[in-house]
């Protein structure tokens, strides 16, 4: 059973916010670089064509547009926060089994609801949030430099960030060392998230290609600690970064992910939970190459 | 938003969640004169009535730290707030005071309905045991999960106060709704002697009515440079080391800054120009360079959909306006790299150094105290 986290070239991807500036700026560079994208979704301007492809008023009725065979798989978000909710529930309705939600600032209700309801209809969320997710030389979702070689390769690596930008220079590291990549997946840099970083490990876990999984986490909430029954079940190797050691306690870094409150979330507890779990946690993004050499996973790819 | 106490129990009263009668004041005489009005009496021993003088700020931990004084009589309140006034509590100023009828408490117990991250729904807090910090009571709080979808439609929530409680949570998109202590007074009555309140910053564009009436909220705090980032939309955090640090997402500046750290120099800030601020490159590094103690610059850009090419534009404008007579080493990567690299070449004169790790020893090794280089036997 393929996991829904990893996005093939056959999945039919469908662009919700397509004919926007972002929409239509990402649109083009997914396309280029392989990812089935079939449709964009636009309230207001259904009926019309963007970029070569048909703009539909909603998923659903992109989904119904080619006959009974026809159909979505995946949706990707470039909505603002106030339609992100409505539209995440017309992809699950219309049958998209991923929802990537790039959207940030959706409110905190509008994300629990949004999850639940997704849920219900057995599709997976991942974000908000998010920078997307990318399969190196084969699709990527979202809004992630993976047309750059520099960056990402294909490869045997896994890697699970909280942060676009540090998951994109993790890449970077990872492919200068000659660690290219078998999938990455951006979970959102927000409190509560459609994907924990538990469920990201448990998804590379079970990924053929994936030989070794890279955790990037941050201080704040308990993710990592959730994350590490995962990763002490796991048989395959696991380094982990997790920024914010120096980051001092009871400020906010950044709009909502990292603050450390009182005893929970902290920097020590991340460490020794994943550490306890058997990963090797490094203290820079730039000795994870070296922590994977140590652990006898071999350069593969690039 | 954080709200402050006197704003959170406005709320409270709005939905017949019982409050002590209390005034907000910001002056010492106004304090004496509330207190009188409230029945404080005419500050003689006679007419005793003890009244309570709080400092309004938006954290917790305040009565600890000394910001909740309990005065006999109307001359102990205006006492109270003149000593509570422009004062700062837990990094915050003191701009106004609370002045409350003290109650009679018999127990006291604590009720929040607040976000469980991990299990991504709202959950009601309750607590038998309350008036201490909640991290305190951990094993005490029973913990009751409400529906994600439609939280106060949830069954099992109880009457009363806590059904309004739920509905406060819903109607105003709080984080937290937290009433602690909750006091069961002598008389038998529910009091809620604190609240604490905070807003969803995300949910301003359908709750304007409610952020406009409460903003601005607790005083800001911080040095002059953290207010006006704050103001521009900016997040920095100054920490007193001398490698200024510019990077855009949190993740990857709280990475910059711990790999300072681990090559041997402090960091003086975190100013993280991700997301939408990805364009506000000049002010931030501005706020950056202004900062005393500063010695070297370490400008860590990896692109996704922040663009390398548009922060290092800002970043180019900003150093030729300031020409700042520091040593600055970078680092690009990610989308917009390459005309990020010829933007540093040919307005600067600048080479990007190949990795993090070389920039941030660069920047490091910069700004290490002169070494007795050259004088050494």
């Not at chain 1, 909603?58 to 470039?78: N, Q, Y």
């Not at chain 2, 800054?257 to 601020?277: H, K, L, Q, Y």
Request: hydrophobic content about 45%; proline content about 6%.
């Amino acid at each position: 059973m393929p996991d829904p986290l990893i996005v093939t070239r056959r999945h039919r991807v469908v662009v919700h916010g397509m004919t926007g500036r972002q929409g239509t700026f990402w649109t083009e560079r997914m396309r280029d670089y392989g990812t089935n994208i079939v449709a964009g979704v636009s309230p207001a301007k259904g009926g019309s064509r963007h970029l070569g492809l048909p703009v539909f008023t909603s998923a659903v009725e992109a989904a119904r547009a080619g006959g009974p065979d026809s159909g979505i798989d995946v949706s990707v978000l470039f909505v603002p926060p106030a339609g992100a909710r409505a539209a995440a529930a017309d992809a699950a309705q219309a049958g998209a089994h991923l929802v990537v939600v790039l959207t940030e600032f959706i409110p905190v209700a509008d994300t629990m609801a949004m999850v639940a309801e997704a849920r219900e209809a057995g599709t997976t969320i991942i974000g908000p949030n998010t920078a997307g997710v990318v399969n190196p030389g084969e699709t990527f979702v979202g809004f992630m430099p993976a047309f750059d070689r520099r960056i990402f390769a294909p490869g045997s690596v896994g890697v699970v960030s909280r942060s676009g930008s540090l998951g994109t220079l993790t890449a970077v590291e990872l492919t200068r060392a000659g660690y290219g990549q078998s999938s990455f997946l951006g979970i959102g840099g927000d409190p509560v998230s459609g994907t924990s970083t538990a469920e990201a490990v448990r998804a590379l876990d079970g990924h053929r290609r994936t030989e070794a999984i890279v955790v990037i986490g941050e201080i704040g909430g308990r993710k990592e600690e959730e994350a590490a029954a995962v990763v002490a079940a796991s048989d395959k190797p696991v380094v982990a970064f997790i920024a914010g050691a120096a980051s001092p306690p009871g400020k906010r870094m950044g709009h909502a992910g990292a603050i450390v409150e009182g005893s929970t979330g902290t920097h020590d507890s991340k460490r020794r939970a994943l550490t306890e779990a058997g990963a090797t946690v490094v203290e820079t993004p730039w000795q994870i190459p070296g922590a994977l050499a140590a652990l006898g996973v071999a350069p593969s790819g690039v | 938003m954080r709200l402050t106490e006197a704003q959170a129990k406005l709320l409270f009263a709005e939905r017949n969640i019982p409050v002590p009668r209390s005034r907000l004041v910001t002056t010492p005489a106004e304090a004496e004169a509330a207190a009188r009005e409230l029945g404080g009496g005419d500050g003689g021993p006679a007419r005793h009535q003890a009244m309570v003088v709080k400092g309004q700020v938006g954290s917790g931990g305040r009565g600890k730290a000394g910001g909740v004084v309990f005065v006999e009589n109307p001359i102990g309140a205006a006492r109270a707030a003149a000593r509570l006034l422009g004062s700062e509590l837990k990094g915050e100023l003191v701009v106004a005071v609370l002045v409350e009828e003290a109650i009679d408490v018999a127990a006291e117990h604590y009720l929040s309905v607040t976000v469980d991250a991990s299990a991504g729904r709202p959950v009601v807090m309750r607590s038998g045991r309350g008036g201490i910090e909640v991290e305190a009571m951990v094993d005490e709080i029973e913990v009751f999960p409400l529906d994600p979808v439609d939280p106060a439609s949830t069954p099992g929530i109880a009457d009363g106060l806590e059904r309004s409680l739920v509905e406060l949570f819903v109607k105003c998109d709080a984080l937290i709704v937290e009433i602690n202590p909750l006091a069961v007074t002598t008389g038998g009555g529910l009091v809620a002697l604190d609240g604490k309140i905070e807003l969803d910053d995300s949910a301003r564009f359908r709750q304007a009515a409610l952020h406009d009436r409460f903003d601005p909220g607790p005083a800001p705090t911080g040095s002059e440079r953290e207010r006006r980032a704050a103001e521009l939309g900016l997040r920095l955090i100054e920490l007193g080391g001398e490698v200024a640090v510019l990077a855009n997402g949190a993740g990857l500046t709280m990475a910059t800054m711990d790999a300072v750290v681990a090559a041997g120099g402090r960091p003086a800030n975190f100013c993280e120009i991700g997301g939408d601020a990805y364009t506000k490159a000049t002010p931030a590094l501005e706020l950056v360079l202004a900062q005393p103690g500063v010695r070297s610059l370490v400008v860590n850009f990896c692109g996704a959909f922040a663009r390398c090419d548009v922060m290092t534009e800002g970043v180019v404008e900003a150093w030729e306006r300031l020409r700042p007579q520091l040593p600055v080493a970078f680092s690009v990567a990610g989308t917009g790299r390459d005309a990020a690299v010829d933007l540093l070449r040919s307005r600067l004169g600048v080479e990007p150094h190949p990795s993090m790790e070389a920039a941030v020893r660069a920047a490091v090794a910069a700004a290490a105290p002169a070494t007795t280089e050259g004088s050494e036997v």
